[in-house]
């Protein structure tokens, strides 16, 4: 799940540096001092008028004490001129992001005020004021610059080299999704450890949008429903053969053995999931009828082989241009006649991809777009698409169900790895719920079959 998405033996991140007065984990509201009636909060205040659309939607409260912004607002406070460096040197999601997650900005849970809904009124405010993240005029930025130079604490921010970049930042190289730099950005999101995603995940670790059937469904509940949902519309049998492309902690291969009696390949580039898998088939006594790979999807060598083939929430890594060769490995895997699903993320608006948040932090090099081109790109690899599922509701009630999970085990999170990846976990999981809730995000199950042969799908649509 990714979008407002560490290494596989993760070090503690760094704690953030300490600020000049108050440092990032210690509130300016607890310095002994009165709010100044000027300062740092105002001078930004002014400065961003033509950025914001006119006074700040926020109640903003800086590391000097000053305020500035409605009183009933949201709070947000800065708690070191870092924040403003990085700001400024990455304007918008990226350098806010940032600043959240080192500590140097945050946004207190006071008056009814919780991070969902302060970032739920900042979207409305810019709806409503009509922002389109469209860059300001010179004019407008130089008369910022200037009213920022006036006060000597942001003069210095202004000035300064800009912040390194937070420790819980991705840091991959390569070749775009070559082989090797796919396992790197992979390892970053997938390898925190098992232990981290059994405290979030509930216990089938299935890491994609599950299905409610009721309103009392449980998560648990709706994953299991999830997983069997697909297992029938892969029309999976007593020894039918599944190859589970991208197959994370092995929910969808044990439960399709388990529960449905079929032969299953899963692969993954994800050395930690692959023990954790390996682990739970000797556990079930499952060896006779699934294997799992520590494999790239490309490497594949079966050609015509499986019955079915699965592939949940793995497309939006493979890239853009990969995304033809992605969709020809699922075509040539199955025999004529043979089903395939995709369950995959999609996006609209401003970034194609998965947002500069996302990429920089959760899931790097991951990409996403409207279900449309997703869609087409499938049928131009070779299979016929037979039904589209939209499950974009289904997915906030999942990481709901997720956040809660997540804010309930934090403090044994916080042990496992530091509280800045924590604090970039809660932002992710904050703001996805957010972007499916709004429609900026969905996900869809998207039901093929391959050409060729006939093949036995029903003539009405199941649930």
Known sequence: MTDTATPATPATPASPATADTAGPGRSPATDGRSPAPGGVATALAEAARPFVGGELPVRLRAWDGSEAGPA??????????????????????????????????????????????????????????????????????????????????????????????????????????????????????????????????EESMAYSCGYFTSEDTTLEEAQHAKLSLVCRKLGLAEGSTLLDVGCGWGSLSLHAAEHFGARVVGVTIAAEQKRFIDARIAERGLADRVEIRLQDYREVPERDHFDAVSSLEM?????????????????????????????????????????????SFIAPDMYMRPVGETVAYLERGGLEVRDVHALREHYVRTVDGWLERFEANR?????????????????????????????????????????????????????
């Open 315 to 359: 497309g939006e890594h493979v890239g853009e241009r990969n995304y033809p060769t992605y969709a020809e490995v699922l075509r040539r895997s199955v025999r004529p006649g043979g089903r395939v699903l995709v369950q995959q993320m999609s996006r609209t608006g401003r970034w194609p991809g998965g947002g500069p948040f996302i990429e």
């Open 72 to 201: 009933d607002g949201p709070r947000v406070e800065l708690r070191s001129p870092d924040a403003v460096r990085r700001l400024l040197w990455h304007p918008g999601e990226l350098g806010a992001a940032q600043a959240y997650v080192t500590g140097e900005l945050d946004v207190p849970e006071v008056d009814g005020w919780t991070l969902d809904r302060a970032l739920a009124h900042a979207f409305a405010v810019a709806a409503q004021r009509g922002l389109s993240g469209s860059r300001p005029s010179p004019t407008a930025l130089a008369a910022a610059v200037r009213t920022l130079l006036g006060v000597p604490e942001l003069r210095a921010a202004l000035l300064g080299r800009p912040p390194a970049p937070p420790a819980s930042q991705a840091r991959v190289r390569g070749r775009l999704h070559s082989p090797l730099r796919d396992r790197r950005a992979i390892s970053h999101h997938y390898d925190l450890s098992n232990e981290f995603y059994s405290l979030i995940l």
């Open 411 to 463: 403090d044994r999170l916080a042990e496992l790895v530091g509280e800045e990846v924590v604090r970039v976990w809660r932002l992710y999981l904050v703001g996805g719920s957010m972007a499916f809730r709004d429609g900026r995000m969905g996900v869809d199950q998207i039901l093929m079959v391959r050409p060729g042969a006939a093949h036995d799908l029903p003539p009405t649509r199941g649930s």
